[in-house]
């Protein structure tokens, strides 16, 4: 959790007594070598006095004040999932608190998020919902994005083995191949900024930040120092660099660049010269061009930045957005000019000085944009720059999920930039289902990494729609087989889970369900030998047979009932694990019926949790009735205790003569005679007749 600004400069050293009535067990604060800065700095601004500093002071280390919250975390004693989202409503509704959320460093289980203090700085990484893109994909080194810029710094430690040296170049007096690139901008260094949003490695070594794709390439295409181009001369030395990098993108297959800079229309330089050859050089290009919508705060509609507002099929112009979910003030916006709003306030990055740096623009919007686009080529590298573009703007977060009309408003896709939302697009398969859409697995090609964490998406837009829908169902077999899942999370968005959803996936240790799911399907964890336990909410009224099979007698807790549906199957716990009804495990003592299983078994039904136990092979005996069976063995009715029952026809004869049941006295086939049935129809029959040899 964060405090807001006025309990953060309070520096108050919080205690269990402070969280008394959420039961907590720890209080740690993440930042309090941090707020020993702030005090450090504040106290040498008052006094003028930088001893001590110097060095913070000369890296650009220097903590920012304004922006700087005490980040606790916090331990509870109950850490089941509900109790964690009950405990966030109660501390969001403290004056102290800013922002409250579940501790994400535990879903990282496969890719380690980082623990540098500059991290927990980048808002964006939950705003636009990266945690969970990232378990689908971190991206990969087959992937590279041009960072069409003043160049990057490629000796920082964040940025270190991040770069595609062969496609490194400076194109500010031809094109000279720079294995390792500078960044000339002064200051922060404008392209080190970008660089390190797009792809900064995750885990460096030291303090620092995440990028958005940590594990693509990024190809330095120097084309100014965007710090000091300020007059007409500079820029137009900087369009003729522009069109020799996109030449260069080109030929070398750099199929998306970032281009955080720009200039106005009316700018007293610029003519329609310069504009028509720039959108020529653009529109030549066959990759995904991302385009800063840029920051002079007015209507990009009718005063136009280029080469933002070139209408391109293969362009995307970005605004910025808050933390907040608010244009940015300084931002241009445009129903018609600007296609969508992302993170673009207070940006944390690395620095060309080996440090990070806070900043905020159109130029740090942009490159979100970038690494999203750069995460979905790494999952699919089949896709064209027109799809990527339409997946992302299918997929922003609009006015329902909280984004201000001032986003809403003023952009073609009417909404902010959603990762998760835009790669669930890409990896998952689809269908329609009633009230929205079925998740039937992964597409095609793509495989999770090992060890991984799957959250499933809400809603989203998949490739063939241009609407957002809810996902509310899992198909048959969306999942069977998939062992490298070891933790899987269903929204609340989904009702009903297929047959052999999760069949077989050895490796999962964790699910949680939806609070919404009404039905699962016969054999959906059949084989899940790894699962810890298994939590089925209230709202569950119908689980068909051998859904938990072979589970490894993991224990199932079914909340809120004191005794489970009638609707539930009578074999829905086939291999007889624990069941708990309210907490407390069922005994089976508040009586059974005797029931018959299928032709080959019969046990006792659990009245409270329908649990069948005592299994027995029928005993047939008279009357015996023959039954007409078109396939398989001849069989015969019988009587058992539990009631009628089918037995297989017993019957001798010498070879080539006919034979005849002892029993019921049909004839036994002897292969003379044969019919063949098409194996379909077969098929067919024996899934609704089962035999005595075994459950089929």
Same mark, same amino acid.
């Given at each position: 959790?964060?405090?807001?600004?006025?309990?953060?400069?309070?520096?108050?050293?919080?205690?269990?007594?402070?969280?008394?009535?959420?039961?907590?067990?720890?209080?740690?604060?993440?930042?309090?070598?941090?707020?020993?800065?702030?005090?450090?700095?504040?106290?040498?601004?008052?006094?003028?006095?930088?001893?001590?500093?110097?060095?913070?002071?000369?890296?650009?280390?220097?903590?920012?004040?304004?922006?700087?919250?005490?980040?606790?975390?916090?331990?509870?004693?109950?850490?089941?999932?509900?109790?964690?989202?009950?405990?966030?409503?109660?501390?969001?509704?403290?004056?102290?608190?800013?922002?409250?959320?579940?501790?994400?460093?535990?879903?990282?289980?496969?890719?380690?998020?980082?623990?540098?203090?500059?991290?927990?700085?980048?808002?964006?990484?939950?705003?636009?919902?990266?945690?969970?893109?990232?378990?689908?994909?971190?991206?990969?080194?087959?992937?590279?994005?041009?960072?069409?810029?003043?160049?990057?710094?490629?000796?920082?430690?964040?940025?270190?083995?991040?770069?595609?040296?062969?496609?490194?170049?400076?194109?500010?007096?031809?094109?000279?191949?720079?294995?390792?690139?500078?960044?000339?901008?002064?200051?922060?260094?404008?392209?080190?900024?970008?660089?390190?949003?797009?792809?900064?490695?995750?885990?460096?070594?030291?303090?620092?930040?995440?990028?958005?794709?940590?594990?693509?390439?990024?190809?330095?295409?120097?084309?100014?120092?965007?710090?000091?181009?300020?007059?007409?001369?500079?820029?137009?030395?900087?369009?003729?660099?522009?069109?020799?990098?996109?030449?260069?993108?080109?030929?070398?297959?750099?199929?998306?660049?970032?281009?955080?800079?720009?200039?106005?229309?009316?700018?007293?330089?610029?003519?329609?010269?310069?504009?028509?050859?720039?959108?020529?050089?653009?529109?030549?290009?066959?990759?995904?061009?991302?385009?800063?919508?840029?920051?002079?705060?007015?209507?990009?509609?009718?005063?136009?930045?280029?080469?933002?507002?070139?209408?391109?099929?293969?362009?995307?112009?970005?605004?910025?957005?808050?933390?907040?979910?608010?244009?940015?003030?300084?931002?241009?916006?445009?129903?018609?000019?600007?296609?969508?709003?992302?993170?673009?306030?207070?940006?944390?990055?690395?620095?060309?000085?080996?440090?990070?740096?806070?900043?905020?623009?159109?130029?740090?919007?942009?490159?979100?944009?970038?690494?999203?686009?750069?995460?979905?080529?790494?999952?699919?590298?089949?896709?064209?720059?027109?799809?990527?573009?339409?997946?992302? !703007?299918?997929?922003? +977060?609009?006015? %329902?999920?909280? /984004? &201000? #009309?001032?986003?809403? =408003?003023?952009?073609?896709? *009417?909404?902010?930039?959603?990762?998760?939302?835009?790669?669930?697009?890409?990896?998952?398969?689809?269908?329609?289902?009633?009230?929205?859409?079925?998740?039937?697995?992964?597409?095609?090609?793509?495989?999770?990494?090992?060890?991984?964490? !799957?959250?499933?998406? +809400?809603?989203? %837009?998949?490739? /063939? &729609? #241009?609407?957002?829908? =809810?996902?509310?169902?899992? *198909?048959?077999?969306?999942?069977?087989?998939?062992?490298?899942?070891?933790?899987?999370?269903?929204?609340?968005?989904?009702?009903?889970?297929?047959?052999?959803?999760?069949?077989?996936?050895?490796?999962?240790?964790?699910?949680?369900?939806?609070?919404?799911?009404?039905?699962?399907? %016969?054999?959906?964890?059949?084989?899940?030998?790894?699962?810890?336990?298994?939590?089925?909410?209230?709202?569950?009224?119908?689980?068909?047979?051998?859904?938990?099979?072979?589970?490894?007698?993991?224990?199932?807790?079914?909340?809120?009932?004191?005794?489970?549906?009638?609707?539930?199957?009578?074999?829905?716990?086939?291999?007889?694990?624990?069941?708990?009804?309210?907490?407390?495990?069922?005994?089976?003592?508040?009586?059974?019926?005797?029931?018959?299983?299928?032709?080959?078994?019969?046990?006792?039904?659990?009245?409270?949790?329908?649990?069948?136990?005592?299994?027995?092979?029928?005993?047939?005996?008279?009357?015996?009735?023959?039954?007409?069976?078109?396939?398989?063995?001849?069989?015969?009715?019988?009587?058992?205790?539990?009631?009628?029952?089918?037995?297989?026809?017993?019957?001798?004869?010498?070879?080539?003569?006919?034979?005849?049941?002892?029993?019921?006295?049909?004839?036994?086939?002897?292969?003379?005679?044969?019919?063949?049935?098409?194996?379909?129809?077969?098929?067919?029959?024996?899934?609704?007749?089962?035999?005595?040899?075994?459950?089929?």
């Amino acid at each position: 959790m964060a405090l807001n600004k006025t309990a953060t400069m309070k520096y108050k050293q919080y205690t269990l007594e402070d969280f008394s009535d959420i039961g907590c067990i720890s209080v740690e604060d993440m930042t309090k070598a941090t707020a020993d800065i702030i005090k450090q700095q504040i106290e040498a601004k008052r006094t003028h006095n930088w001893r001590g500093l110097e060095e913070r002071q000369s890296n650009q280390m220097l903590v920012d004040v304004d922006e700087f919250r005490t980040i606790l975390c916090l331990e509870l004693r109950e850490t089941g999932k509900e109790n964690v989202l009950r405990a966030i409503k109660q501390l969001e509704k403290r004056e102290d608190v800013l922002l409250a959320n579940p501790d994400y460093f535990v879903e990282f289980f496969a890719n380690p998020i980082p623990t540098p203090t500059y991290y927990n700085f980048q808002w964006p990484v939950q705003k636009i919902s990266l945690p969970n893109a990232w378990d689908l994909s971190i991206g990969k080194n087959t992937v590279v994005v041009g960072v069409m810029d003043s160049g990057i710094q490629g000796t920082h430690p964040d940025l270190q083995g991040r770069l595609a040296t062969n496609l490194c170049a400076d194109f500010t007096t031809g094109t000279t191949l720079t294995p390792n690139p500078t960044d000339s901008a002064s200051g922060m260094g404008h392209g080190t900024l970008v660089a390190g949003i797009i792809g900064a490695q995750r885990d460096s070594g030291v303090p620092g930040i995440t990028g958005v794709a940590q594990n693509i390439r990024l190809a330095s295409l120097k084309i100014n120092d965007p710090d000091t181009a300020t007059n007409g001369t500079q820029l137009t030395n900087a369009i003729s660099s522009i069109h020799r990098a996109i030449t260069f993108a080109t030929n070398n297959q750099i199929r998306i660049i970032n281009c955080s800079t720009g200039y106005r229309a009316s700018d007293s330089w610029a003519t329609s010269t310069h504009r028509s050859t720039l959108q020529t050089a653009i529109q030549g290009y066959p990759g995904l061009f991302v385009a800063a919508a840029g920051n002079e705060g007015w209507n990009n509609d009718t005063n136009h930045i280029y080469p933002a507002n070139f209408n391109l099929p293969r362009l995307i112009s970005v605004g910025a957005s808050t933390s907040s979910d608010s244009r940015l003030s300084n931002s241009c916006y445009g129903a018609i000019s600007v296609d969508l709003f992302a993170p673009g306030e207070n940006i944390y990055s690395a620095n060309k000085n080996g440090g990070y740096s806070s900043a905020s623009g159109t130029s740090l919007a942009a490159p979100h944009v970038a690494g999203v686009a750069a995460l979905m080529l790494s999952i699919d590298p089949t896709l064209s720059a027109e799809t990527i573009k339409a997946v992302i !703007l299918n997929n922003v +977060d609009k006015a %329902a999920d909280g /984004v &201000s #009309t001032s986003i809403t =408003n003023n952009c073609v896709s *009417g909404g902010r930039l959603n990762a998760f939302k835009a790669i669930s697009a890409i990896a998952f398969k689809t269908s329609n289902a009633s009230g929205g859409i079925s998740i039937d697995g992964f597409t095609n090609g793509y495989t999770m990494p090992n060890n991984s964490n !799957l959250v499933l998406p +809400d809603r989203f %837009a998949p490739q /063939v &729609s #241009t609407e957002q829908q =809810n996902v509310v169902a899992i *198909g048959n077999s969306a999942f069977t087989n998939q062992n490298q899942i070891t933790q899987i999370s269903i929204p609340d968005s989904v009702t009903s889970i297929g047959s052999s959803a999760f069949k077989n996936c050895t490796g999962l240790t964790t699910i949680t369900l939806s609070n919404n799911l009404t039905s699962i399907g %016969a054999y959906a964890f059949e084989g899940c030998t790894n699962l810890n336990e298994l939590h089925i909410p209230y709202s569950v009224t119908n689980i068909s047979k051998d859904a938990l099979r072979n589970t490894n007698n993991i224990p199932i807790y079914i909340n809120g009932r004191e005794s489970v549906p009638s609707t539930f199957d009578v074999n829905w716990n086939s291999s007889g694990n624990p069941v708990y009804l309210n907490g407390s495990l069922c005994t089976h003592n508040s009586g059974t019926i005797l029931i018959k299983l299928n032709d080959a078994l019969h046990g006792y039904l659990c009245n409270k949790c329908r649990t069948v136990t005592s299994k027995a092979a029928h005993t047939a005996g008279p009357p015996y009735t023959p039954f007409d069976s078109p396939f398989g063995m001849p069989r015969h009715f019988a009587s058992c205790i539990c009631g009628t029952v089918l037995a297989p026809c017993i019957g001798f004869a010498p070879p080539g003569q006919q034979a005849y049941c002892i029993y019921c006295g049909q004839p036994i086939d002897n292969l003379i005679n044969r019919v063949y049935y098409d194996f379909d129809e077969m098929i067919d029959y024996l899934e609704q007749h089962s035999h005595t040899c075994c459950d089929h």
